[in-house]
């Protein structure tokens, strides 16, 4: 079976202490998960040690980062390198958040080079995809998604593709406690699906977790998670509430 993930994205958010003290109250709750369902914690750079060693004897959770740079090492002051995240044990790393193409004109061409940087350090990419509002009411939004995915992903071999976890996150239901229905997450997550089938065949494609983004919370998540190609959420705002947080893992499938 397909993993199946909760992944909290804390985004610019909580002091050190506040984000220990969560995780802490996270992993005493002791919520219960099948070897397929994973959690993870996407947590600012200066906290990944911390939230490292938080999970180190948890066989469930893991720590991502949320960003890394395209260039493997260098001149790049205040940027931080693939290589320096698998330095200190970093598994997974969210990369094409829509916030970090919106505010820092991130492009598909530099995900791919992210990508590829990140694959050879054997970090998975948590990839971000999604349309904005104006795609989505002029209809176009498969093609939107699809370019994302052509443009970032289409260079890599079937085996290298098989490491990726995508996130499907609709621009116009980050942070506006507006989610796209059941029925809307379903229907571009088998979208992407059968893009990544097209491309990289179906055995790559079914062994590949799509998460949903966009106002994910406890009392959404047990039915947005229910769509077949729907494998967990990407949860922003309500990451940073345990309660919240809890709800979500239990919705996982
Ligand atoms: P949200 O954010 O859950 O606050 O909408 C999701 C995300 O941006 O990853």
């Known amino acids: 079976m397909r993993k ?3 992944a909290a994205n804390w985004k610019m958010n909580l002091t050190y202490q506040q984000g220990e003290k969560l995780l802490d109250e996270i ?4 919520t219960p998960l099948d070897f397929h369902q994973h959690v993870i914690f996407a947590v600012p750079f200066p906290y990944l040690i911390m939230a490292n060693s938080e999970v180190a004897n948890e066989s469930n959770y893991s720590v991502a980062a949320q960003n890394c740079h395209h260039k493997k090492s260098g001149a ?7 290589e320096m995240l698998y330095s200190i044990g970093i598994k997974y790393c969210i990369i094409g958040h829509s916030e970090r193409r919106e505010y820092f004109n991130e492009t598909n061409a530099q995900l791919a080079e992210k990508i590829d940087l990140l694959l050879g350090q054997g970090i998975q990419p948590i990839f971000c995809c999604g349309e904005p509002l104006s795609i989505r009411e002029a209809g176009s ?5 699809e370019t994302q995915l052509a443009e970032s992903l289409f260079h890599l071999q079937p085996e290298q593709a098989e490491k990726l976890i995508i996130a499907y996150e609709p621009i ?3 942070g506006t406690g507006k989610t796209a229905s059941a029925e809307q997450a379903q229907e571009m997550h088998a979208h992407i699906r059968a893009v990544l ?8 494609a079914d ?8 106002s994910v919370k406890g009392a959404n998540a047990r039915e ?14 309500a990451s940073l509430v345990k309660e919240e947080f809890i709800a979500i893992m239990e919705a996982l499938k």
Request: cysteine-free; aromatic content about 12%; overall charge negative.
């Open 4 to 6: 199946q993930i909760a």
């Open 27 to 30: 992993l005493k709750a002791k």
């Open 76 to 82: 790049f002051t205040g940027e931080v390198a693939p």
């Open 141 to 145: 939004q498969n093609s939107y998604v």
């Open 172 to 174: 116009w239901a980050i």
């Open 197 to 204: 089938k097209e491309k990289f065949g179906n055995d790559i």
């Open 207 to 214: 062994s590949i977790s799509i998460l949903y983004g966009g």
């Open 224 to 237: 947005i998670f229910n769509g077949e190609d729907v494998d967990g959420g990407l949860v922003g705002g």
